[in-house]
């Protein structure tokens, strides 16, 4: 039971919906900034999926003295897709960066994604959901490149992933696979046990509790608090 356990199919990325995408991805990045020594405060994100993005889920500003999977460079942003999205289309490409434009140009290259390639910041298309080729993933930052080309940006930094990338990043991440899979092998991530029945309740300090507590509050000076 326990190799299958730490093993990840795409089929269990493909279940995340929108929101749970950029969760996950999330906690990956998270998970890269403690090995990179990045403060978590360096990494933006929302999951309120109804605030309008303007092309960009996740965003991290900070120091990188070396680089990662996810995070590698100083200024990175991070699109997440989940469900159908084939990055290989360049009618998919073109809608992610300009809407419903007719014209693909600077003008309409959504806000976020405009501040990335103005401060030359590195842009990921995080397909979670989506198992593409090498073939696919080329054709893909050939599109992106195509079209950022045209707005003005000569040598954009574009990367592409899909599930497969994703599956391969999670194998420096066990605690984040056990989450994926909703598996309890004896130990738990923390949002698992802050989640026990045993953690929820409100606690309620005996007499005999309260009087210690008040005995030791007595003998600390204010400026121990």
């Known amino acids: 039971m326990l190799p299958n356990s730490f093993t990840v199919d795409k089929s269990d990325l493909q279940k995340l919906n929108e929101e749970d995408g950029v969760k996950f991805i999330a906690n990956i990045l998270w998970s890269e900034s403690v090995r990179l020594n990045v403060p978590k405060s360096d990494i933006l994100v929302t999951f309120d999926i109804r605030v309008p993005d303007k092309g960009i889920d996740v965003q991290v500003n900070t120091t990188l003295d070396e680089v990662g999977d996810l995070i590698r460079d100083r200024t990175s942003y991070y699109q997440i897709k989940s469900g159908k999205f084939p990055p290989q289309q360049e009618s998919s490409i073109k ?26 910041g590195s842009y990921t298309l ?33 990367k592409v992933i899909g599930c497969e990338q994703i599956i ?34 409100q606690f309620f300090a005996s007499q005999e509790k309260q009087k210690e507590i008040s005995e030791i509050r007595e003998k600390k000076s204010p400026e121990e608090y």
């Open 168 to 201: 391969g990043i999670l194998q420096s991440y066990p605690s984040l696979v056990l989450d994926l899979k909703k598996i309890n092998l004896g130990f738990q991530t923390h949002e698992m046990w802050n989640q026990n029945e045993t953690m929820r309740k």
């Open 95 to 120: 809608k992610e960066l300009f809407g419903d434009s007719v014209e693909a140009n600077i003008n309409h290259l959504k806000g976020k994604m405009k501040e990335c390639f103005d401060k030359d």
């Open 126 to 158: 995080t397909c979670v959901t989506e198992s593409l080729t090498a073939d696919q993933i080329t054709r893909s930052e050939q599109n992106l490149t195509k079209f950022l080309n045209q707005c003005g940006y000569e040598n954009p930094k574009v």
